[in-house]
C-alpha cells in the first residue's frame, strides 16, 4: 500500500514539474511575452553594461534551444558596437549533472563587430564590456573543473573592423592598426577546452581583408594542445592562386607563459607538404610580391625558435622544374628585422633560358620581354653561400653559363632611407666569351680579374666603377 502511494505521489510531482516546463515552454512563444522578455533583458543588461543594448526577440525553444534576434550594442560613445542578426545555441543538459558543459551547436549568422580606439595608448571601445562582466572576487577560484565542450560553431556573413583612429591606413598593404575583415564564414568544433588543454578543429574559415586586398579562401585544421605542447594536423590554406599543405606542425614550451616570450621560448618544427603557391597572393603583407603571378612548388623544412631558426630545407621549383633553388638557411632575431641575421648555402640554382623568363615576368613591374643580353646566357647555374644582415649581405660563388663561368665574391647593402643599393667587391672570369654577350663578332673572349664598386639611387642612373 505505502508502495503504491509513493508511485503515485512521483507520477504527481513529476506530471506537475513537466506540465509547469512545459507550460512555461508554451508561454515564452507567445509573441506579446516574447517581446516583455526581450525587453527585460535588454534593459538588464544595459544597465550592467551602462550603454544602450536593444534585443528584437528571445525564443525559448522546446526543453534546450534559445534563439535571440536582431541584438544591438552600442559603444560608450553612442555609436554601433555590435550588431547580430540572429544567435542560436543548443544545450545538452545530462552532461550538467557530471560538470560538464556540453552545448550541441552554436549559430552565430549576420554580425557586424565595430572595434576601435583614438590612439595606440587609449583603451578600446570594447573595454566597458570586459570591465563590466570581470569577476569583483578578490579570491582567486580554482578552475581545474573548467570543462567545455561545443559540437559545432556555425558562422555566416560575418563583418569585423578595428582601426586605430590616429593612424594611416596603408591601402593595399596589410596593417594591423587598420582592418576590415568581411564576408566571414566559419565552421568550428570545440572537442573539448579544459583549463589545461584544448582540443578544436577548424573545418573551415574564409574571410576577406578588404583594406589590404588578402583574401582567405579556405583555411583548415585540427588543434590539440596542453600546457606542455601543442600539435596542429591536416593544416591547409587556400588563397585565390595558392594551395599550401603541411605535415604535422609541432611546438613546444616549458609552460603557456612562454607564449609570452614566444620569439625565444616557444620551440618549432613544420615540413611543406606539396604545395603550389602564387606569390602575388601574399603580396599584402610582402608588396614587394605583387609582380609574381605564376605558381611555383614549395618544400621546405623549418625547426627551432623564431629566433634561432634552422631551414635544413628549401627547394623552390616552377616551369616543369626548369627553374630550380634548393639549399638550406639558417636565421637569429628574426623577431627584430633590423637586426637580423642569416646564414644561407646556395647548393643549386639553375634556370634555362625559358625559366628565365619565367623569373624576368615574375620579378619585373613592367615586363617588356626577357633583355637579349640574358638570354644569351643560355643556361645558366649558381653554387654559393650568403650571409650577414638583410641590409648588409656577402655574398660568393660561381655562376655558370653557356658562355663561361663567373666567379664573385662581393658585399651587398641597402639603405631605404636614402634609396640605395651598393656592392663591391670581385669579379672574376676566364675565356668569357663577352662578343657573343654582347652581339659584337669583333670582340671575342675575355679574361679579367676586377674589383667592382657600384651604387644604385631611387630614379638615378648606376654608377659603377671598375678596376683591374
Same mark, same amino acid.
Given at each position: 500500500?505505502?508502495?503504491?502511494?509513493?508511485?503515485?505521489?512521483?507520477?504527481?510531482? &513529476?506530471?506537475?514539474?513537466?506540465? &509547469?516546463? !512545459?507550460?512555461?515552454?508554451? =508561454?515564452?512563444?507567445?509573441?506579446?511575452?516574447?517581446?516583455?522578455? %526581450?525587453?527585460?533583458?535588454?534593459?538588464?543588461?544595459?544597465?550592467?553594461?551602462?550603454?544602450?543594448?536593444?534585443?528584437?526577440?528571445?525564443?525559448?525553444?522546446?526543453?534546450?534551444?534559445?534563439?535571440?534576434?536582431?541584438? @544591438?550594442?552600442?559603444?560608450?560613445?553612442?555609436?554601433?558596437?555590435?550588431?547580430?542578426?540572429?544567435?542560436?545555441? $543548443?544545450?545538452?543538459?545530462?552532461?550538467?549533472?557530471?560538470?560538464?558543459?556540453?552545448?550541441?551547436?552554436?549559430?552565430? #549568422?549576420?554580425?557586424?563587430?565595430?572595434?576601435?580606439?583614438?590612439?595606440?595608448?587609449?583603451?578600446? +571601445?570594447?573595454? #566597458?564590456? =570586459?570591465?563590466?562582466?570581470? %569577476?569583483?572576487?578578490?579570491? $582567486?577560484?580554482?578552475?581545474?573543473?573548467?570543462?567545455?565542450? !561545443?559540437?559545432? *560553431?556555425?558562422?555566416?556573413?560575418?563583418?569585423?573592423?578595428?582601426? *586605430?583612429?590616429?593612424?594611416?591606413?596603408?591601402?593595399?598593404?596589410? +596593417?594591423? $592598426?587598420?582592418?576590415?575583415?568581411?564576408?566571414?564564414?566559419?565552421?568550428?568544433?570545440?572537442?573539448?577546452?579544459?583549463?589545461?588543454?584544448?582540443?578544436?578543429?577548424?573545418?573551415?574559415?574564409?574571410?576577406?581583408?578588404?583594406?589590404?586586398?588578402? /583574401?582567405?579562401?579556405?583555411?583548415?585544421?585540427?588543434?590539440?594542445?596542453?600546457?606542455?605542447?601543442?600539435?596542429?594536423? +591536416?593544416?591547409?590554406?587556400?588563397?585565390?592562386?595558392?594551395? =599550401?599543405?603541411?605535415?604535422?606542425?609541432?611546438?613546444?614550451?616549458?609552460?603557456?607563459?612562454?607564449?609570452?616570450?614566444?620569439?625565444?621560448?616557444?620551440?618549432?618544427? #613544420?615540413?611543406?607538404?606539396? %604545395?603550389?603557391?602564387?606569390?602575388?597572393?601574399?603580396?599584402?603583407?610582402?608588396?614587394?610580391?605583387?609582380?609574381?603571378?605564376?605558381?611555383?612548388?614549395?618544400?621546405?623544412?623549418?625547426?627551432?625558435?623564431?629566433?634561432?631558426?634552422?631551414?635544413?630545407?628549401?627547394?623552390?621549383?616552377?616551369?616543369?622544374?626548369?627553374?630550380?633553388?634548393?639549399?638550406?638557411?639558417?636565421?637569429?632575431?628574426?623577431?627584430?628585422?633590423?637586426?637580423?641575421?642569416?646564414?644561407?648555402?646556395? /647548393?643549386?640554382?639553375?634556370?634555362? %633560358?625559358?625559366? &628565365?623568363?619565367?623569373?624576368?615576368?615574375?620579378?619585373?613591374?613592367?615586363?617588356?620581354? *626577357?633583355?637579349?643580353?640574358?638570354?644569351?646566357?643560355?643556361?645558366?647555374?649558381?653554387?654559393?653561400?650568403?650571409?650577414?644582415?638583410?641590409?648588409? @649581405?656577402?655574398?660568393?660563388?660561381?655562376?655558370?653559363?653557356?658562355?663561361?663561368?663567373?666567379?664573385?665574391?662581393?658585399? =651587398?647593402?641597402?639603405?631605404?632611407?636614402?634609396?640605395?643599393?651598393?656592392?663591391?667587391?670581385?669579379?672574376?672570369?676566364?675565356?668569357?666569351?663577352?662578343?657573343?654577350?654582347?652581339?659584337?663578332?669583333?670582340?671575342?673572349?675575355?679574361? @679579367?680579374? @676586377?674589383?667592382?664598386?657600384? $651604387?644604385?639611387?631611387?630614379?638615378?642612373?648606376?654608377?659603377?666603377?671598375?678596376?683591374?
Amino acid at each position: 500500500m505505502h508502495i503504491r502511494t509513493l508511485k503515485r505521489t512521483v507520477r504527481w510531482i &513529476v506530471g506537475i514539474i513537466l506540465g &509547469v516546463y !512545459i507550460g512555461a515552454i508554451i =508561454l515564452l512563444n507567445i509573441p506579446s511575452i516574447q517581446q516583455a522578455l %526581450s525587453v527585460f533583458v535588454a534593459d538588464e543588461l544595459s544597465q550592467v553594461l551602462n550603454s544602450k543594448l536593444t534585443i528584437g526577440r528571445i525564443n525559448i525553444g522546446f526543453l534546450n534551444r534559445i534563439i535571440i534576434d536582431d541584438v @544591438l550594442l552600442d559603444d560608450q560613445s553612442g555609436k554601433e558596437m555590435l550588431k547580430v542578426t540572429r544567435l542560436s545555441a $543548443k544545450f545538452d543538459f545530462i552532461p550538467l549533472f557530471k560538470g560538464k558543459v556540453s552545448i550541441s551547436n552554436v549559430q552565430l #549568422f549576420g554580425f557586424n563587430i565595430s572595434l576601435n580606439k583614438q590612439t595606440p595608448d587609449s583603451p578600446p +571601445n570594447f573595454k #566597458f564590456v =570586459l570591465d563590466a562582466f570581470a %569577476s569583483k572576487d578578490t579570491i $582567486k577560484k580554482d578552475e581545474s573543473d573548467l570543462d567545455l565542450r !561545443i559540437n559545432s *560553431v556555425l558562422i555566416r556573413r560575418g563583418r569585423l573592423s578595428y582601426h *586605430v583612429l590616429s593612424e594611416k591606413e596603408t591601402p593595399g598593404k596589410f +596593417n594591423a $592598426k587598420h582592418i576590415l575583415m568581411q564576408n566571414i564564414i566559419a565552421n568550428l568544433s570545440l572537442k573539448a577546452l579544459q583549463k589545461d588543454s584544448v582540443n578544436i578543429a577548424i573545418k573551415r574559415l574564409s574571410a576577406d581583408e578588404k583594406m589590404s586586398g588578402f /583574401s582567405l579562401k579556405k583555411l583548415s585544421l585540427k588543434l590539440l594542445a596542453n600546457d606542455r605542447q601543442m600539435k596542429i594536423e +591536416n593544416f591547409a590554406i587556400e588563397l585565390p592562386e595558392t594551395s =599550401l599543405k603541411m605535415d604535422t606542425i609541432h611546438l613546444k614550451y616549458d609552460s603557456l607563459g612562454a607564449f609570452n616570450n614566444f620569439a625565444d621560448q616557444v620551440h618549432f618544427s #613544420f615540413h611543406t607538404l606539396p %604545395s603550389q603557391i602564387t606569390l602575388k597572393d601574399i603580396a599584402p603583407f610582402v608588396p614587394a610580391l605583387s609582380h609574381f603571378k605564376e605558381p611555383i612548388t614549395l618544400d621546405i623544412k623549418v625547426e627551432g625558435t623564431l629566433n634561432q631558426l634552422s631551414c635544413p630545407r628549401l627547394e623552390i621549383t616552377a616551369e616543369d622544374q626548369q627553374f630550380r633553388l634548393r639549399g638550406d638557411a639558417t636565421f637569429q632575431d628574426l623577431s627584430h628585422p633590423e637586426d637580423a641575421y642569416i646564414y644561407g648555402n646556395l /647548393s643549386e640554382f639553375s634556370a634555362n %633560358s625559358r625559366s &628565365v623568363g619565367f623569373l624576368v615576368r615574375n620579378i619585373s613591374s613592367n615586363y617588356n620581354g *626577357v633583355p637579349p643580353m640574358l638570354l644569351r646566357l643560355g643556361d645558366i647555374a649558381f653554387k654559393g653561400e650568403i650571409s650577414g644582415y638583410f641590409a648588409d @649581405l656577402v655574398t660568393y660563388g660561381q655562376l655558370r653559363t653557356s658562355l663561361g663561368t663567373v666567379n664573385t665574391d662581393l658585399k =651587398l647593402t641597402s639603405n631605404k632611407q636614402k634609396g640605395l643599393f651598393a656592392y663591391s667587391g670581385g669579379v672574376e672570369t676566364e675565356s668569357f666569351q663577352l662578343g657573343k654577350l654582347l652581339g659584337n663578332d669583333l670582340l671575342g673572349e675575355i679574361t @679579367l680579374n @676586377l674589383d667592382v664598386n657600384g $651604387k644604385h639611387y631611387n630614379n638615378q642612373r648606376p654608377i659603377v666603377e671598375l678596376k683591374d
